[in-house]
């Protein structure tokens, strides 16, 4: 195990965690602040990317498939809000998870007949094709950029949050949505415009892991797994600890897909290790959870009232 390697597999734990926080960000505004568990945040996640794919494999432009990937997974995250999401704030939530289960299905299918069942592949972009040196280590210029703008995604949400009268309105309206409402604030509008931004986030989180990942019909059920993981291990409705929650979550899963078979096959017998390590691995971040759960319950980093 060398000192590049490691800090290379650092890097890319980063680099993962911060793809997760800006999937995680969204999810944990609507969760956290409009109470609804929105399984289809995943395939909001997937259009994006093939939104992105689409245009770029069309135009050539990063920028514009960045425009379609946030304009397009906005303008359907609007579009889902005021056809099934709002008809189902004073349900239960079990009639949330089976209403959006049921979105999931109906994406992959449209995803399936719009693009077809074979991946789509999207290229980076040529002025971000080449590597950087840290320390040493030639490092890829894209994963970089992923990680600037998970940190300036997170920063403008910090800032929009807690520094401005629509972050107020967020917060009021999360705490007590009729006193709210009886002050004149339009909740309906407001919903309407955080489950927005949370779809444009998993656009724009689409759009960063389509060079990464081949983009096809389902890859939103796995990542959203993960960022169900991060919500719960960083607290759910808090960005603090979605953003936290996601680097922890991330630089853990990669670690330990990277070093844990190596490090079995240093305490058992190589064919047992063959099978328990990549086990061992993936199921690491589920442990990680399980120990936070039973250790705080409300998460690393729960939300501060008062």
């Known amino acids: 195990m060398t000192g590049s390697l ?3 597999q650092l890097l890319n734990g980063f680099q993962l965690g911060v793809l997760l926080f800006l999937l995680s960000a969204g999810l944990t505004l609507v969760l956290g ?3 609804v568990i929105n399984l289809a945040h995943g395939s909001l996640f997937m259009m994006g990317a093939y939104f992105a794919a689409t245009v770029y494999g069309w135009s050539g432009s990063f920028m514009l498939a960045a ?3 946030v304009a397009g997974s906005l303008l359907l995250g609007l579009v889902l809000e005021r056809t099934v999401i709002s ?8 009639y949330q998870v089976l209403a959006t ?3 999931i299905l109906i994406f992959n299918e449209v995803a399936r007949f719009g693009w077809g069942q074979a ?6 972009p040529e002025a971000l094709a080449g590597t950087v040196d840290l320390f040493g280590v030639a490092y890829p210029s894209y994963r970089l950029a992923i990680i600037a703008v998970g940190l300036l995604v997170g920063a403008a949400l910090y800032w929009l949050v807690h520094r401005t009268r629509v972050g107020m309105l967020i917060r009021a309206g999360a705490t007590d949505a009729g006193m709210v409402s009886a002050l004149g604030v339009n909740i309906g509008q407001l919903n309407a415009l955080v489950f927005a931004a949370g779809a444009a986030l998993a656009g724009l989180a689409g759009l960063m892991a389509g060079p990464i990942f081949s983009v096809q019909p389902g890859m939103g059920e796995p990542i959203l797994i993960l960022t169900l ?7 759910v409705g808090s960005i603090r600890g979605a953003f936290y929650g996601a680097l922890i979550v991330g630089v853990v899963d990669t670690i330990g897909r990277a070093f844990m078979p190596g490090l079995m096959r240093e305490l058992m017998e190589r064919s047992l290790a063959q099978t328990a390590g990549p086990a061992i691995a993936s199921m690491l971040i589920y442990l990680l959870m399980a120990v936070v759960l039973a250790v705080r319950p409300a998460g690393l980093f729960p939300v501060k009232h008062g």
Not at 119 to 124: A, D, I, K, L
Not at 229 to 235: D, P
């Open 229 to 235: 993981v991060v919500l719960i291990t960083g607290g």
């Open 101 to 103: 289960f049921g979105v």
């Open 119 to 124: 991946p789509v592949f999207m290229n980076v």
């Open 33 to 35: 602040i409009m109470h």
């Open 6 to 8: 490691v800090l290379t």
């Open 67 to 69: 425009l379609a990937a």
């Open 87 to 94: 008809r189902l704030y004073e349900r239960d939530h079990l």
